[in-house]
């Protein structure tokens, strides 16, 4: 089993800056594959970004590129996602998601762990 823990969310201005933090415990952070989902009010859970084992190869939503970060750091066994110029539209709850395959999927359904999401509120 994983655990994961989100951190981080809160209310920021449009062009603002948040942080979000993943916290992972109960396996081998370095054997797990990490990615960021967002889940809007009535909208489907969408794909933000992932992150490889080894944190060399990143994944973003069209979106989200340019303005968003993954990275990871596999002796604290956290992965972040910097998220910069927010606009209202990134409003939504973030979850983090791991799981133990190779492949980096986009797929929330690939997925076996997921944490319970930290709301982001973006003003305009």
């Known amino acids: 089993q994983v655990q994961l823990v989100e951190s981080g969310g809160g209310l920021v201005q449009a062009g603002g800056s948040l942080r979000l933090t993943c916290a992972a415990s109960?396996?081998?952070?370095?054997?797990?594959?990490m990615g960021w989902f967002r889940q809007a009010p009535g909208k489907e859970r969408e794909f933000v970004a992932a992150i490889s084992r080894g944190g060399s190869n990143t994944y973003y939503a069209d979106s989200v590129k340019g303005r968003f970060t993954i990275s990871r750091d596999n002796a604290k066994n956290t992965v972040y996602l910097q998220m910069n110029s927010l606009k209202p539209e990134d409003t939504a709850i973030y979850y983090c998601a791991a799981d133990d395959r190779v492949v980096v999927p986009r797929a929330p359904r690939a997925y076996h762990y997921w944490g319970q999401g930290t709301q982001v509120t973006v003003s305009s």
């Open positions: 109960g396996r081998n952070f370095s054997s797990l594959v």
